[in-house]
C-alpha cells in the first residue's frame, strides 16, 4: 500500500489503487476513504494528511480526481420545487477556488510534502467575545459521524476547533457559547477556507426554479470509485475466464487495451 512510500508528486490513481482503496472503504467511514485515497496518491502517512483543513483536504481530492479520471464531472440534483431530477456538469476548474497550492505544478515536483502544512490559529471578535480557533480537519469530522443531530455535529466540531474562549477577557468553556456565536464562528470557517464548502448554482428547465447545491467532493469521488470498483471487477472476470490471465496482469495493462480485449471477447 501507498502509504510505506515516501511523500512526493501526486500520481493518479491506477487501476490496482482503486480496487484495494474500494476494499478497504468497505470497512471504513467516509472521511477514512478519502484519507485512504490520498494516501495512495501521495504516499504521505495519515496523520498529515488527517490534519490537513478540509478545504484544503478536498482541493487534493479534487485534483485527483482530476489526474484519474478526467477534468469533467457529472452530476444531477432534485429540484427543490418541483423535484424534477436535474443533470449538471462542470470541470475541476470551475470548482477549483483561489489561495490554495498550484496543485499542476506540484504533481510534477517534490513540494507536495510541505505544501499543505499551513494550520496557524486563527482571531476574532463577537460582541464581547473573543476566540482564538483553528480550522477543522479530518479527525475532527470522524469524531462527529456519531452526533444524533446536525445541531449537536456542528457544536462538537467548532468545539473542537476553539483553541481559547474568552467574554471581556473572562476565559470560559467553549461548550457554554451562546449559539449566535458559534453561527459567527462557522461563518468565519467558512470565509477562511472556502473549499471545502462548494455551491453549485443550478437552474431547473422544468420550473425555472434557481437554487444553490452543495457539491461535496468527498462523496462523489467515492461513488465513482465504488462504480468503477464494480466495472473493473467485471472486466476481471471476463478476460480471466476467457484467457485465464491473473488479475495482477489483467489490471497492470492500460485502459485501452483492456477494453480492446473485452471488446474481442464481448464481440
Known sequence: MATGMMPGPMRPLSAADVLHAWELGQRQHA????????????????????????????????FLREITLGPQLESSASCPQ??????????????????YPDLQLLAHTDQLAGAFDQHSPISGEFGAYRLIFRLPDSDD?????????????????LSRCILDARKEDEQIDPADLPS?????????????????????????????????????????FWREIAALSKRLL??????????????????????????????????
Request: proline letters at 3%; one cysteine or more.
Open 141 to 157: 469530522l470522524a469524531a462527529i459521524v456519531n452526533a444524533q443531530s446536525i445541531d449537536e455535529a456542528q457544536r462538537r466540531l
Open 31 to 62: 472521511v477514512e476513504r478519502m484519507l485512504t485515497l490520498l494516501m495512495f496518491s501521495t504516499g504521505a502517512p495519515r496523520s498529515r494528511l488527517a490534519g490537513l483543513p478540509i478545504g484544503q483536504r478536498d482541493a487534493l481530492l479534487l
Open 180 to 220: 449566535d456565536v458559534l453561527a459567527w464562528l462557522g461563518e468565519r470557517i467558512a470565509q477562511a477556507d472556502p473549499q471545502g464548502d462548494i455551491l453549485i448554482d443550478l437552474s431547473c428547465p422544468n420550473c425555472d426554479h434557481r437554487w444553490q447545491s452543495i457539491f461535496d467532493i468527498s462523496t462523489f
Open 82 to 99: 418541483c423535484s424534477q431530477q436535474v443533470e449538471f456538469r462542470f470541470n475541476a476548474a470551475d470548482i477549483r477556488l483561489s489561495g
Open 234 to 267: 467485471q472486466d476481471v472476470h471476463t478476460l480471466a475466464t476467457a484467457y485465464s490471465w491473473s488479475e495482477e496482469t489483467i489490471l497492470n495493462m492500460t485502459a485501452v487495451r483492456r477494453q480492446a480485449y473485452l471488446e474481442m471477447v464481448l464481440g
